[in-house]
Nanobody, 116 residues
Framework: QVQLVESGGGLVQPGGSLRLSCAASGNSLRFTIMGWYRQASGKQRELVAVITRGGTTNYDDSVKGRFTISRDNAKNTVYLQMNNLKPEDTAVYYC??????????WGQGTQVTVSS
């Protein structure tokens, strides 16, 4: 079993910042790769960022230069630092993990709303 618990969502004005956190518990092999997906109302889920245990990262083009994914392996925690937020970043953000792909296990999600 893997449990992923997100925190840090909320309401922020355009141009603002938020930091999401995700604490993982369970079989550590199953969070070899961790990621953040998001789903806006009426849209499909999309992969925002991924990070391997070794620290290799990849980002969706829409967030490159604004979002940073990082992880603390000792704490089994992954973070998503979101800067210069835009209204189109509004979505439910999900922490995910897996062995070979970041979509085997999912957290409950945390709402991020960017609005003035």
């Amino acid at each position: 079993q893997v449990q992923l618990v997100e925190s840090g969502g909320g309401l922020v004005q355009p141009g603002g910042s938020l930091r999401l956190s995700c604490a993982a518990s369970g079989n550590s092999l199953r969070f070899t790769i961790m990621g953040w997906y998001r789903q806006a109302s009426g849209k499909q889920r999309e992969l925002v960022a991924v990070i391997t245990r070794g620290g290799t990262t990849n980002y969706d083009d829409s967030v490159k230069g604004r979002f940073t994914i990082s992880r603390d392996n000792a704490k089994n925690t992954v973070y998503l630092q979101m800067n210069n937020l835009k209204p189109e970043d509004t979505a439910v953000y999900y922490c995910t993990s897996g062995v070979v792909a970041p979509d085997a296990y999912w957290g409950q999600g945390t709402q991020v709303t960017v609005s003035s």
